[in-house]
């Protein structure tokens, strides 16, 4: 009998999610990972890889004029290219048996408009690439307009995860607006 790792134990009592977009990453380890979570700074780091320069610059050139964010936007929605977040989180669909998740910017933590703006976009990039709503869900850092916003997107049947939860009060609005998941927030690098 193979030796257990601590990870096979911790999947016995709990659900291990994988938190990188990397096909190899998520199809190293020894069980099925439920979801695959990225952010800005997992996204920005795959694009930064050397292989992806070609893409960059092209987005930049484009879209460089407004900011940085657009440029990631676009990175985050665009389908013509496998370096995309959208296309990075569909490759690993077959090796997950939940969802795949991408962020909002916290730019607009405070405006639900811009929010469900940008939940739409990538709901939309999301289903071009033949992801289907019941295998992706979007992160929002949670705040009182995103609490609104995840209301209304979950109702339409865009699923939600509250991120950036730092007390109870955050999750029990997380839980009233009908987010999947509630994720407080750790970086530990």
Same mark, same amino acid.
């Given at each position: 009998m193979a030796a257990r790792s601590l990870l096979d134990r911790l999947e016995e009592l709990c659900n291990v999610d994988v938190d990188d977009v990397d096909t190899e990453v998520v199809k190293s380890?020894?069980?099925t990972p439920h979801n695959q979570t990225s952010n800005q700074a997992?996204?920005?780091?795959?694009?930064?890889?050397?292989?992806?320069?070609a893409l960059l610059e092209d987005l930049i050139d484009k879209y460089g004029k407004e900011g940085w964010e657009h440029v990631y936007n676009m990175a985050v929605c665009q389908q013509q290219s496998p370096a995309t977040a959208i296309t990075l989180c569909a490759r690993n669909i077959p090796y997950l048996?939940? #969802?795949? *998740?991408?962020?909002?910017?916290?730019?607009?933590?405070?405006?639900?408009?811009?929010?469900?703006?940008?939940?739409?976009?990538?709901?939309?990039?999301f289903e071009q690439a033949g992801v289907s709503r019941d295998r992706f869900a979007i992160k929002l850092p949670f705040s009182?307009?995103?609490?609104?916003?995840?209301?209304?997107?979950?109702?339409?049947?865009? #699923?939600? *995860?509250a991120t950036a939860v730092f007390s109870l009060e955050q999750a029990i609005a997380a839980s009233q607006s009908n987010c999947l998941f509630v994720s407080p927030y750790y970086n530990g690098q």
């Open positions: 380890l020894p069980f997992i996204i920005t780091k795959r694009l930064l890889e050397p292989k992806n320069k048996s939940g #969802r795949v *998740l991408v962020q909002t910017s916290l730019r607009h933590v405070h405006d639900r408009d811009a929010i469900i703006k940008q939940c739409l976009a990538y709901a939309e990039a009182g307009s995103a609490a609104s916003a995840a209301l209304e997107l979950n109702a339409q049947g865009i #699923r939600t *995860l």
